[in-house]
C-alpha cells in the first residue's frame, strides 16, 4: 500500500478502538459503576493501541510529505508522453462490476468445487468461468492450495483475508440471522469478548450498615461467578448438483450464496434461543433461554392483555435490580404482525412503532425470527456475551455418503435408508464452519413469555 492507503487503515484502526472504548464506557455507565478489572485491562490495552497508532500516524504522515517533496512532476502535452517522461508504462484497469453481497465468495467456493470436479487448475477454472479481469481469477492467481485448513492454502485464506470475499460474505449473513441483527440500527450490540479468557461476572452484592458510636462494624461479602468461552464450531453442508456447480450463470452464484448462508444461519438461530437447547460440552453452548425465567402469557382479548404481559417481564428484570437498559425484543413476524394490527377505539394504532419486520415495542427495539415461534423473548444485551471469530470456512466433498436429514439429525450412526451417496448422484456436498460462543452474564439476563398469541388465534385453514 502507498502511504495514503497505510494512513486510512491506521486511521480507520484508530476509529474502530475508539468506538471499542465508547462501548466499554457505556457499559459502565448502564450498569452505574466503575469499570471492572476485565473493562480496566481492555481500557489500557485500547488507549495503548491507540498511542502507538497516533505515534505510527505522524511517521506515516512525514513520509507522504518526503515523498511528495521528492516526486518528478510529469512533462509531455499527452498522456502517453507524460508516462514516458516518468520512465514508466501506462496501465490500463478495467473495472469490476459491483456484485451483490456475498456472490464473490460463492464464486471463489464454487470454482474451488468445479477446479475438482473436473481435475484443473482453479486459476484456469476462474478465468474460463468468470475472465481473467475477474476478482475470483486475481484471488486463485495468488497460487492458492487446495483445501485444509492449514496456513497459507485456500480454507486458511478465507478465514484470515476479512478485506477480502469471506468479510463480503459475512457481512451479507450477519443480518440474515439473530445475532447479527444486534449492534445494528438501533439494536444494542451483545457484550463481545475474547476466547478463553476467564469473564468474571458479579452474582450478588454486598450490604452497609448503621453503626452507633463506639461499636463494631458490620461485614460484607460478594458473590462472584467466572466463566470461559472456548471456540465453538457450527457446520452445515449444503447440497448441489454439478450442474449448478459447472454453471457461471449469476443465478447460479446466488443458489450457492443463499444455500451457504441459510445452513449456518438455520443452526445458530435455533441453538441461540431454544428454550429446550441444555448444550453440550465443548460441542454447543446452551441457549440463553435455558433456564431463564419463563411467564406464561395472559389469554388475549385486547391490548390490555398485551400491556400485562409486558409488565410482567420487565417487572422480573425489575425484581433483580437489573433494568433491560440494552434491552431487546425477539419475537415472530407473526406476532409483530398482530400488535402492529392492533386498533383502539379510534382506529389508531395501539403500538405504532412495530411491523411485521421489527422496529419498536415499548420503547426497546424489536428482533422477529421464524424459528422462535410461539415464544416472545426480552434480552439484555449487555448481559449477554458473545465470542465470534467473524469468518466462516468452506470445503467440499463429491466422495461422502452424507444423511439428508436436518431437524432430526443426531450424532449417533446414520441408518443406511437416510444416505445419499454424492458420487453416486453427481452431487456436491459444500460445508460451511464458523467458529463462536455465547453464553448469559447473568441469570436475569433473559426472561421470556410462553405461548403468546397476540391479536388471537389465526384462522390458518
Same mark, same amino acid.
Given at each position: 500500500?502507498?502511504?495514503?492507503?497505510?494512513?486510512?487503515?491506521?486511521?480507520?484502526?484508530? !476509529?474502530?478502538?475508539?468506538?471499542?472504548?465508547?462501548?466499554?464506557?457505556?457499559?459502565?455507565?448502564?450498569?452505574?459503576?466503575?469499570?471492572?478489572?476485565?473493562?480496566?485491562?481492555?481500557?489500557?490495552?485500547?488507549?495503548?493501541?491507540?498511542?502507538?497508532?497516533? !505515534?505510527? #500516524?505522524?511517521?506515516?504522515?512525514?513520509?507522504?510529505?518526503?515523498?511528495?517533496?521528492?516526486?518528478?512532476?510529469?512533462?509531455?502535452? =499527452?498522456?502517453?508522453?507524460?508516462?514516458?517522461?516518468? %520512465?514508466? @508504462?501506462?496501465?490500463?484497469?478495467?473495472?469490476?462490476?459491483?456484485?451483490?453481497?456475498?456472490?464473490?465468495?460463492?464464486?471463489?467456493?464454487?470454482?474451488?468445487?468445479?477446479?475438482?470436479?473436473?481435475?484443473?487448475?482453479?486459476?484456469?477454472?476462474?478465468?474460463?468461468?468468470?475472465?481473467?479481469?475477474?476478482?475470483?481469477?486475481?484471488?486463485?492467481?495468488?497460487?492458492?492450495?487446495?483445501?485444509?485448513?492449514?496456513?497459507?492454502?485456500?480454507?486458511?485464506?478465507?478465514? =484470515?483475508?476479512?478485506?477480502?470475499?469471506?468479510?463480503?460474505?459475512?457481512?451479507? +449473513?450477519?443480518?440474515?440471522?439473530?445475532?447479527?441483527?444486534?449492534?445494528?440500527?438501533?439494536?444494542?450490540?451483545?457484550?463481545?469478548?475474547?476466547?478463553?479468557?476467564?469473564?468474571?461476572?458479579?452474582?450478588?452484592?454486598?450490604?452497609?450498615?448503621?453503626?452507633?458510636?463506639?461499636?463494631?462494624?458490620?461485614? @460484607?461479602?460478594?458473590?462472584?461467578? =467466572?466463566?470461559?468461552?472456548?471456540?465453538?464450531?457450527?457446520?452445515?453442508?449444503?447440497?448441489?448438483?454439478?450442474?449448478?456447480?459447472?454453471?457461471?450463470?449469476?443465478?447460479?452464484?446466488?443458489?450457492?450464496? !443463499?444455500? +451457504?448462508?441459510?445452513?449456518?444461519?438455520?443452526?445458530?438461530?435455533?441453538?441461540?434461543?431454544?428454550?429446550?437447547?441444555?448444550?453440550?460440552?465443548?460441542?454447543?453452548?446452551?441457549?440463553?433461554?435455558? %433456564?431463564?425465567?419463563?411467564?406464561?402469557?395472559?389469554?388475549?382479548?385486547?391490548?390490555?392483555?398485551?400491556?400485562?404481559?409486558?409488565?410482567?417481564?420487565?417487572?422480573?428484570?425489575?425484581?433483580?435490580?437489573?433494568?433491560?437498559?440494552?434491552?431487546?425484543?425477539?419475537?415472530?413476524?407473526?406476532?409483530?404482525?398482530?400488535?402492529?394490527? #392492533?386498533?383502539?377505539?379510534?382506529?389508531?394504532?395501539?403500538?405504532?412503532?412495530?411491523?411485521?419486520?421489527?422496529?419498536?415495542?415499548? &420503547?426497546?427495539?424489536?428482533?422477529?425470527?421464524?424459528?422462535?415461534?410461539?415464544?416472545?423473548?426480552?434480552?439484555?444485551?449487555?448481559?449477554?456475551?458473545?465470542?465470534?471469530?467473524? &469468518?466462516?470456512?468452506? !470445503?467440499?466433498?463429491?466422495?461422502?455418503?452424507?444423511?439428508? #436429514?436436518?431437524? @432430526?439429525?443426531?450424532?449417533?450412526?446414520?441408518?443406511?435408508?437416510?444416505?445419499?451417496?454424492?458420487?453416486?448422484?453427481?452431487?456436491?456436498?459444500?460445508?460451511?464452519?464458523?467458529?463462536?460462543?455465547?453464553?448469559?452474564?447473568?441469570? =436475569?439476563?433473559?426472561?421470556? +413469555? @410462553?405461548?403468546?398469541?397476540? %391479536?388471537?388465534?389465526?384462522?390458518?385453514?
Amino acid at each position: 500500500m502507498n502511504y495514503a492507503e497505510q494512513i486510512a487503515a491506521f486511521e480507520a484502526r484508530r !476509529d474502530t478502538n475508539k468506538a471499542a472504548l465508547e462501548e466499554i464506557a457505556k457499559a459502565a455507565a448502564a450498569e452505574g459503576a466503575t469499570l471492572d478489572a476485565e473493562q480496566k485491562e481492555r481500557k489500557d490495552e485500547l488507549l495503548a493501541e491507540i498511542k502507538e497508532i497516533d !505515534d505510527h #500516524l505522524k511517521f506515516l504522515r512525514d513520509m507522504e510529505a518526503i515523498s511528495k517533496a521528492k516526486a518528478v512532476p510529469a512533462n509531455g502535452d =499527452s498522456a502517453d508522453n507524460a508516462s514516458a517522461s516518468r %520512465g514508466g @508504462t501506462r496501465i490500463e484497469v478495467k473495472s469490476q462490476p459491483k456484485l451483490k453481497p456475498g456472490v464473490e465468495f460463492a464464486r471463489i467456493a464454487k470454482v474451488r468445487a468445479a477446479a475438482k470436479l473436473d481435475n484443473e487448475r482453479a486459476l484456469d477454472v476462474a478465468e474460463r468461468m468468470y475472465g481473467e479481469n475477474s476478482n475470483v481469477f486475481g484471488f486463485y492467481k495468488a497460487a492458492v492450495q487446495p483445501g485444509t485448513t492449514a496456513s497459507g492454502n485456500w480454507a486458511a485464506a478465507l478465514v =484470515s483475508d476479512e478485506s477480502g470475499p469471506v468479510a463480503d460474505f459475512a457481512e451479507y +449473513l450477519r443480518p440474515m440471522s439473530i445475532l447479527g441483527k444486534f449492534g445494528t440500527g438501533n439494536i444494542p450490540s451483545l457484550r463481545n469478548v475474547p476466547f478463553r479468557q476467564r469473564l468474571i461476572s458479579q452474582t450478588g452484592g454486598g450490604a452497609a450498615y448503621w453503626t452507633g458510636e463506639a461499636k463494631p462494624k458490620g461485614l @460484607t461479602s460478594f458473590n462472584f461467578t =467466572s466463566t470461559t468461552l472456548e471456540p465453538l464450531k457450527v457446520a452445515t453442508i449444503a447440497v448441489l448438483s454439478e450442474e449448478n456447480i459447472r454453471d457461471s450463470s449469476p443465478a447460479s452464484d446466488l443458489i450457492v450464496r !443463499d444455500q +451457504l448462508a441459510a445452513a449456518v444461519t438455520a443452526r445458530i438461530d435455533q441453538d441461540f434461543i431454544d428454550p429446550a437447547n441444555n448444550g453440550s460440552a465443548n460441542v454447543k453452548p446452551a441457549s440463553i433461554t435455558y %433456564g431463564a425465567q419463563a411467564i406464561a402469557a395472559e389469554t388475549f382479548s385486547d391490548a390490555d392483555d398485551v400491556r400485562t404481559d409486558v409488565r410482567s417481564v420487565m417487572q422480573y428484570f425489575i425484581n433483580a435490580n437489573n433494568p433491560p437498559s440494552s434491552g431487546v425484543w425477539i419475537m415472530s413476524s407473526g406476532n409483530a404482525l398482530a400488535l402492529s394490527l #392492533l386498533m383502539n377505539g379510534l382506529g389508531q394504532a395501539e403500538f405504532p412503532g412495530i411491523s411485521l419486520s421489527g422496529g419498536t415495542f415499548a &420503547g426497546l427495539p424489536v428482533i422477529t425470527s421464524e424459528y422462535i415461534g410461539s415464544n416472545v423473548l426480552l434480552v439484555n444485551a449487555s448481559d449477554i456475551y458473545l465470542g465470534d471469530e467473524g &469468518g466462516v470456512t468452506v !470445503d467440499m466433498s463429491t466422495e461422502a455418503s452424507l444423511e439428508m #436429514l436436518t431437524d @432430526t439429525f443426531t450424532q449417533s450412526p446414520p441408518t443406511g435408508a437416510s444416505l445419499v451417496s454424492l458420487w453416486q448422484n453427481n452431487l456436491v456436498g459444500l460445508r460451511a464452519e464458523r467458529t463462536l460462543n455465547w453464553a448469559r452474564r447473568r441469570d =436475569s439476563a433473559v426472561t421470556y +413469555l @410462553t405461548n403468546v398469541a397476540w %391479536g388471537g388465534p389465526v384462522n390458518s385453514s
